[in-house]
């Protein structure tokens, strides 16, 4: 079974940062694209930032330029750094592995708790 638990999360004003982090257990981490999604209130789901196996990465429009995902597959870790947050970046931020093209980008595993994200002043 696949473990996933992200921290990072919490309360931060518009402009600022936050670096969010994923742990992955039980997993074969590093043959896997993993990616950030996130939920806000009465919002779908959405894939925001994903990186490869080999490192390439993609982002939603809305969070290209500010966000930046990495991984250290030594660690079972991904990250986000997140940089001139808005009030439309709160939502709760999962991480998953991200499946192929084909399925819409949709998470392998389960999820896990996620981590809060708040941007309000």
């Known amino acids: 079974q696949v473990q996933l638990v992200e921290s990072g999360g919490g309360l931060v004003q518009p402009g600022g940062s936050l670096r969010l982090s994923c742990a992955a257990s039980?997993?074969?981490?590093?043959?896997?694209?993993m990616g950030w999604y996130r939920q806000a209130p009465g919002k779908q789901r959405e894939l925001v930032a994903a990186i490869t196996d080999g490192a390439s990465t993609n982002y939603a429009d809305s969070v290209k330029g500010r966000f930046t995902i990495s991984r250290d597959n030594a660690k079972s870790m991904v990250y986000l750094q997140m940089n001139s947050l808005k009030p439309e970046d709160t939502a709760v931020y999962y991480c998953?592995?991200?499946?192929?093209?084909?399925?819409?980008?949709?998470?392998?595993?389960?999820w896990g708790q996620g981590t809060q994200v708040t941007v309000s002043s």
């Open positions: 998953n592995a991200v499946g192929p093209q084909t399925t819409g980008w949709a998470p392998k595993w389960d």
């Open positions: 039980g997993s074969a981490f590093i043959l896997y694209t």
